[in-house]
């Protein structure tokens, strides 16, 4: 049997968190949660076959920058390597810049509608089939 793409999702909002996982299990991915940055740290150090991650910008303690900032830098996991999303509930031109200058994959802003969106970009990153 074919081992379903395994990816992770940070957001300190449980509902949208909850809404997230629960789009990507019926998408047929395999997911984990965490509700901070230093849970998903500490999971992409543990997980060794992670193809995706999908983060909010801002939490408390360790933001989704900073979570980047160490995979890239620290951990020297590439974007081929372990693709990241990352979602921000405000849009502006600098902060999705930011995104790509922190190595980011791709890009969304909350609420993402459709969720669709959010399947089809991780189908896209995880190469499964559209």
């Known amino acids: 049997m074919e081992r379903k793409p395994k990816i992770l999702i940070i957001d300190d909002d449980r509902p949208i968190l909850q809404m997230y996982a629960q ?4 998408a047929g991915f395999e ?7 230093e849970g998903a ?17 801002m939490m408390a303690r360790m933001d989704g920058w900073a979570l980047l900032d160490r995979i890239r830098e ?11 999303v ?4 405000i849009y502006s031109e600098d902060l999705e810049l930011a995104a790509f200058r922190h190595r ?3 890009w969304f802003t909350k609420p993402i509608k459709p969720m669709s ?4 970009m991780a189908k896209t990153l995880t190469g499964q089939k559209l």
């Open 104 to 106: 980011a994959n791709a």
């Open 41 to 57: 740290l500490a999971c992409v150090i543990q997980e060794k076959n992670l193809d995706l991650v999908v983060t909010d910008i």
């Open 74 to 84: 620290e951990l020297k996991i590439s974007e081929v390597q372990l693709p990241v």
């Open 23 to 26: 789009t990507l299990r019926e």
């Open 117 to 120: 969106r959010l399947v089809e």
């Open 86 to 89: 990352v979602v921000s509930g």
């Open 31 to 37: 997911v984990l949660t965490e509700d901070s940055g």
